[in-house]
């Protein structure tokens, strides 16, 4: 008789080793603290204490100098000697973030993104055409192949011809330059929401899944407050939100100057953002409005998502809010791009982005 033994449950027991589970702990509090290695210890110590995450055999003490013995954290001595992620931890983070979130076009020089049409491409597909002139030799559908030989000559004077041969159709693999802009203005920690977090560990996510498994794409990334600058993969832990308005103008003005040098004619902008645009710059000054939504800044804005529109750079927004003004704003910004537009929350933000990527934007999965 096929049945199942059942045993005792043990918390922890196939979760790896109390470093293993520390360390997934830290890795998220350092994200939390923006890189701040002392206040993130502080925050597992306090977590240890209430919730036992360590052993009479492997206490905090262990753990953090395993961490140092590892590599993940090191001294940082222009900072006068204080801890600090190292490069290792670096790469770490962002490969948690895309197992924790990720988990789950036209031609162009061969890379690793689908598209909708047929031909001569890497992905093979379940359909079969006839071989024509150029198909390489590993796409030979060889079953298929000698059927079709034996049908059309019989197996008495058995040969194969170019007419006998099948091929796996495929599809082509393009290449996408990508552009990701995180609004870090004010809001994204307003009411007490911690929404720069979420946000921070999508942008980890979708940058280790654009290095690791489409290595040929390309991504920038930038930030927006009351301007908008260009930062690192390796910057992303440590963003913070500071006392700024927000510039979408300005960040949409360097993600398309970033795309403009791309050659590549697959382009793209995600960006991810909780309000509407409240400031633009007027010369060496800034114009702000933060109290409902101010018609001069907002043509302008509006102005933009139509000129990416017209060199063909769709925009897709993350809005990481439901206010009905604030939707009626995105409306018009994605009409007017003719690009898409998703009202997530901070949950779901994650998944958006990457069936939206995965389907080489072709359809995207609301």
Same mark, same amino acid.
């Given at each position: 008789?096929?049945g199942?033994?059942?045993?005792? /449950?043990i918390?922890?027991?196939?979760?790896?080793?109390?470093?293993?589970?520390?360390?997934?702990?830290? =890795?998220? %509090?350092?994200?939390?603290?923006?890189?701040?290695v002392?206040?993130?210890?502080?925050? @597992?110590?306090?977590?240890?204490?209430? /919730?036992?995450?360590?052993?009479?055999?492997?206490?905090?003490?262990?753990?953090?100098?395993? &961490?140092?013995?590892?590599? /993940?954290?090191?001294?940082?001595?222009?900072?006068?000697?204080?801890?600090?992620?190292? #490069? +290792?931890?670096?790469?770490?983070?962002?490969?948690?973030?895309?197992?924790?979130?990720?988990? =789950?076009? +036209?031609?162009?020089?061969?890379g690793?993104? !689908?598209?909708?049409?047929?031909?001569?491409?890497d992905?093979t597909?379940?359909?079969?055409?006839?071989?024509?002139?150029?198909?390489? %030799?590993?796409?030979?559908?060889?079953?298929?192949?000698?059927?079709?030989?034996?049908?059309?000559?019989?197996?008495?004077?058995?040969?194969?011809?170019?007419?006998?041969?099948?091929?796996?159709?495929?599809?082509?693999?393009?290449?996408?330059?990508?552009? @990701?802009?995180?609004? *870090?203005?004010?809001?994204?920690? @307003?009411?007490?929401?911690?929404?720069?977090?979420?946000?921070k560990?999508?942008?980890?996510?979708?940058?280790? &899944?654009?290095?690791?498994?489409?290595?040929?794409?390309t %991504?920038? *990334?930038? $930030?927006?407050?009351?301007?908008?600058?260009?930062?690192?993969?390796?910057?992303?832990?440590?963003?913070?939100v500071?006392?700024?308005?927000?510039?979408?103008? #300005?960040? %949409?003005?360097?993600?398309?100057? &970033?795309?403009?040098?791309?050659?590549?004619?697959?382009?793209?902008?995600?960006? *991810?953002?909780?309000?509407?645009?409240?400031?633009?710059?007027?010369?060496?000054?800034?114009? +702000?409005? !933060?109290?409902g939504?101010d018609?001069?800044?907002?043509?302008?804005?509006l102005n933009?998502?139509?000129?990416?529109?017209? $060199?063909?750079?769709?925009?897709?927004?993350?809005?990481?809010?439901?206010?009905p003004?604030? $939707?009626?704003?995105?409306?018009q910004?994605t009409?007017?791009?003719?690009?898409k537009?998703?009202?997530s929350?901070?949950?779901? &933000?994650?998944?958006?982005?990457?069936?939206?990527?995965?389907?080489?934007?072709?359809?995207?999965?609301?």
């Open positions: 008789m096929i199942w033994r059942f045993g005792e /449950y918390p922890g027991k196939n979760e790896g080793s109390i470093f293993d589970r520390l360390l997934k702990l830290f =890795q998220e %509090l350092l994200v939390h603290t923006s890189g701040d002392s206040e993130a210890l502080s925050w @597992l110590t306090e977590l240890d204490k209430e /919730y036992g995450l360590t052993s009479k055999d492997y206490g905090m003490a262990d753990f953090i100098q395993d &961490l140092i013995d590892k590599g /993940y954290i090191a001294q940082n001595e222009p900072q006068g000697g204080i801890f600090a992620p190292t #490069a +290792k931890m670096e790469v770490a983070i962002r490969q948690k973030a895309l197992e924790d979130i990720f988990g =789950q076009i +036209k031609k162009s020089k061969r690793n993104h !689908s598209t909708k049409a047929s031909g001569k491409g992905e597909t379940s359909e079969r055409r006839p071989y024509e002139f150029g198909d390489t %030799l590993d796409k030979i559908a060889i079953s298929e192949s000698l059927r079709n030989a034996q049908i059309n000559h019989g197996i008495d004077e058995f040969k194969l011809t170019n007419q006998d041969l099948e091929v796996h159709e495929t599809y082509y693999q393009s290449q996408m330059s990508t552009v @990701l802009m995180i609004d *870090i203005s004010h809001s994204m920690i @307003l009411y007490g929401e911690d929404r720069i977090t979420p946000a560990k999508v942008a980890m996510a979708l940058s280790e &899944l654009i290095t690791t498994r489409y290595p040929k794409d %991504l920038d *990334i930038i $930030v927006f407050g009351n301007d908008a600058w260009q930062i690192e993969i390796k910057d992303l832990p440590y963003l913070q500071g006392p700024y308005h927000t510039n979408t103008i #300005a960040g %949409l003005e360097l993600a398309m100057d &970033l795309l403009r040098k791309r050659r590549n004619p697959n382009k793209q902008i995600f960006m *991810i953002t909780d309000g509407k645009p409240t400031c633009m710059k007027k010369g060496k000054r800034y114009y +702000k409005n !933060s109290f939504l018609r001069k800044i907002v043509n302008r804005t933009l998502a139509t000129k990416c529109r017209k $060199v063909q750079i769709p925009i897709t927004t993350f809005m990481i809010a439901r206010d003004y604030l $939707v009626r704003f995105v409306d910004f009409k007017a791009n003719n690009g537009a998703f009202y929350s901070l949950k779901g &933000l994650g998944e958006f982005i990457f069936m939206d990527y995965k389907n080489n934007k072709s359809k995207r999965h609301r």
